[in-house]
């Protein structure tokens, strides 16, 4: 892949050399385009109800959002971790079933029947974002993919950019980014926090390049690092931010202080754009 002639944050440009652009959302309707993305998490695990999320589109931006009266999206499995999260795929078994994408936790149980759907599932391309992270030790915000999973063993994850707050100081952030085999046996675990010269909750270029042989991560246009393996079957975008309960900080006069260092709600992921491209044919 052709990395960017960009400098700096810059957006990337929009040809790549090798391929050929076949998803873009640059937020510029003033609605979500319900054709790309689906605005609920995991809602087989919990309803749609409980795991819609929370979002505003203005001036060219997506702004996912947590707020102060956000419930937690799955509270008999994962607490009270709240989200406001898109994905461009769902596939789900029967009410009181098992099956289902992203088995996060043992003994997960379908609450809510899904439909099916199809969106955005490519096999191998590059998939890129641009965003600003949030300087929140309470919050994460990502851009990742997970396998269709319409077979079990089709579960891996491709990471392209996981940035919690509380991994972000001024001039430096750790970016996670890299594989999570999850069900899928002919994967290893190769996911790392790649500390970065950078200013997260400014506007960053995070991108993927998936082949059949490898995947390799950029920032702003700069190979970061290669993993020479790869998931081997169809997979979906999941675009969101999360926000975890409330940690313990230390004591003072032996008192336990508490999710110190929070911003105020609410706390917005701010997206530019993601795009997909597909090799180009011939």
């Not at 003994?107 to 899904?114: H, K, N």
């Not at 979906?236 to 900080?249: I, K, T």
């Amino acid at each position: 892949m052709a990395v960017s002639s960009e400098t700096g944050n810059a957006p990337d440009p929009v040809t790549k050399a090798g391929y050929e652009l076949e998803f873009e959302d640059t937020f510029d309707g003033p609605n979500l385009d319900r054709n790309r993305w689906s605005p609920y998490y995991l809602p087989h695990w919990s309803s749609r109800s409980a795991t819609a999320a929370r979002y505003r589109i203005d001036d060219g931006n997506l702004r996912l959002r947590i707020d102060e009266a956000h419930a937690p999206w799955c509270p008999e499995w994962d607490g009270d971790v709240r989200v406001s999260s898109l994905q461009t795929g769902q596939f789900s078994g029967p009410l009181g079933s098992a099956v289902g994408q992203l088995q996060f936790d043992d003994g997960l149980q379908v609450r809510e029947e899904q439909t099916e759907q199809r969106l955005y599932t490519p096999q191998y391309g590059v998939i890129e974002t641009r965003f600003q992270a949030i300087a929140d030790p309470r919050c994460m915000v990502a851009l990742w993919m997970i396998g269709f999973e319409d077979e079990p063993e089709r579960s891996g994850e491709i990471c392209i950019a996981e940035i919690f707050g509380r991994n972000m100081s001024e001039g430096r952030a750790a970016v996670g980014m890299g594989i999570h085999p999850f069900g899928d046996p002919s994967l290893k675990d190769q996911f790392a926090a790649e500390v970065l010269s950078i200013d997260a909750t400014e506007f960053h270029v995070y991108t993927a390049e998936w082949t059949q042989d490898f995947v390799s991560f950029f920032v702003d246009g700069e190979l970061i690092k290669t993993v020479w393996q790869s998931p081997s079957y169809p997979m979906q975008l999941m675009l969101g931010v999360y926000e975890f309960p409330a940690g313990e900080f230390g004591t003072t006069s032996g008192r336990r202080r508490r999710g110190g260092g929070d911003l105020p709600y609410p706390k917005e992921f701010v997206v530019d754009y993601v795009r997909g491209w597909r090799r180009a044919s011939g």
